[in-house]
């Protein structure tokens, strides 16, 4: 099967593939548009072993941007301006 054959639920632009939920409200959160409203948290650390550790930005202020599960410190999901700003001289 070629990729130009994919359709449904296997698509790459299919809602599925963006949404995740918020692991305290269970709010659904979709991680395109959380690029421009800034509004998702994650746990790296805990992302990185498999757990699914992404927070509204209510419950990140309410937890103190603190992750519940390893104590770790809680990121915007798309820092990618300050990556930029930090690798500029």
Known sequence: M???LLRG???SGHKGWTTVYCAICN???D???A?????VFYCPTCVSKG??????SADARRLHYRCP???GELKPYFPLEETFRQQRP
Request: proline residues 0%; aromatic residues 20%.
């Open 35 to 39: 690029y421009d409203t800034k509004d």
């Open 69 to 71: 599960y390893c104590g």
């Open 51 to 56: 757990r699914d550790a992404y927070f509204c």
């Open 27 to 29: 709010k659904k959160l």
């Open 2 to 4: 070629t990729v130009g």
């Open 9 to 11: 639920v296997e698509k």
């Open 31 to 33: 991680l395109f548009v």
